[in-house]
């Protein structure tokens, strides 16, 4: 489970339009259209095996502005589905996953969105949005 994403280009103005292109090329969504930006989270350190890869992720969440945007998934992506914000929010969709690394096993939080598993740095983002969303309605 992950949002789409990907390398800059040498084209891409910017990480902001690099997340764009990236959002129309693996599934089909012209976020300029139908969406609108709602800001950027803090960049994420991007790691493999419990180790440091060096790379940094900058996520930006998006607000769809139109009630239908229909997907084309390109060779990257199985299939897509919608997270609803409330029930995890609410804490409905809290899970764990069991992951075992050098002989060791650990239980990591995690959500289980429609019975797939959200972990990793695909959950820290997930964290960082409903934070500042539970923010937003408090203040």
Known sequence: MAFPGGRRDAADTDLFATSLRETREEIGLDLAKSA???GMLENQSA???AKDTGMWIRPYVFRLVEDEAPLALNHEVTETIWAPIGPLMAGEC???IDVTFENVSYSLPAYD???RIVWGIT???LQQVIARLRDA???
Request: glycine share 12%; net charge positive; proline share 0%.
């Open 36 to 38: 609108a930006v709602i």
């Open 47 to 49: 790691t493999t095996r």
């Open 94 to 96: 809290t899970s764990s």
């Open 113 to 115: 969105v429609e019975g």
């Open 123 to 125: 959950y820290r983002m």
């Open 137 to 139: 309605m408090a203040g």
